[in-house]
T-cell receptor
Framework: KNEVEQSPQNLTAQEGEFITINCSYSVGISALHWLQQHPGGGIVSLFM???GKKKHGRLIATINIQEKHSSLHITASHPRDSAVYICAVPTYSGAGSYQLTFGKGTKLSVIP | DTGVSQDPRHKITKRGQNVTFRCDPI?????LYWYRQTLGQGPEFLTYFQNEAQLEKSRLLSDRFSAERPKGSFSTLEIQRTEQGDSAMYLC???????????FGPGTRLLVL
């Protein structure tokens, strides 16, 4: 079982639709990250959250620590939102080493 | 631009050749990470530096992979005797000490023929 699972893997939406991407994880965390990857590879950090909800423009991220579940919502979706959205959780090893474990990503296509 | 940079952006090589990639992190970022991403997958952690110290390298995929950060600034990732299965995007990220948000470079896309 993957430590970080996302659903759906692929999502096609009409412009203006409300979009939800889900992430479930099995490892203990201090904070969960949502990242955006555009074609060509560049990754941008969208949110880091450890509780409750965060909002940035049309993007909203929520997390339920007890249920080990997070969602990313996009309101009034636009074709420029088309990208791969990835959730990641930090894991810690000895010597204070910290690394991210990533989900496989959700590929979002927003059609005009 | 003071973001994370990677060089080269693309590399095509023949099987068996050695390749080296460079990552320049954001200035004064203590932590530097290397990840590999294959098609349709999320990034996969390879190794991690705090300043010049390589604190985690057990996830390097084989002994053909090695990484250095000799002066605590830029880092290199070398793959010796490349195989077709090494074809992937290699991503670098950096972060300041005591912060968790990682800043990613554009990646180096490797194709092994």
């Amino acid at each position: 079982k993957n430590e970080v699972e996302q659903s759906p893997q692929n999502l096609t939406a009409q412009e203006g639709e409300f979009i939800t991407i889900n992430c479930s994880y099995s490892v203990g965390i201090s904070a969960l990250h949502w990242l955006q990857q555009h074609p060509g590879g560049g990754i941008v950090s969208l949110f880091m959250l450890s509780s409750g909800k965060k909002k940035h423009g049309r993007l909203i991220a929520t997390i339920n620590i007890q249920e080990k579940h997070s969602s990313l919502h996009i309101t009034a979706s636009h074709p420029r939102d088309s990208a791969v959205y990835i959730c990641a959780v930090p894991t810690y090893s000895g010597a204070g080493s910290y690394q991210l474990t990533f989900g496989k990503g959700t590929k979002l296509s927003v059609i005009p | 631009d003071t973001g994370v940079s990677q060089d080269p952006r693309h590399k095509i090589t023949k099987r068996g050749q050695n390749v080296t990639f460079r990552c320049d992190p954001i200035s004064e970022h203590n932590r530097l990470y290397w990840y590999r991403q294959t098609l349709g997958q999320g990034p996969e952690f390879l190794t991690y530096f705090q300043n010049e110290a390589q604190l985690e390298k057990s996830r390097l995929l084989s002994d053909r992979f090695s990484a250095e950060r000799p002066k605590g600034s830029f880092s290199t990732l070398e793959i010796q005797r490349t195989e077709q299965g090494d074809s992937a995007m290699y991503l670098c990220a950096s972060t300041p000490l005591a912060r968790e948000t990682q800043y990613f470079g554009p990646g180096t896309r490797l194709l092994v023929l």
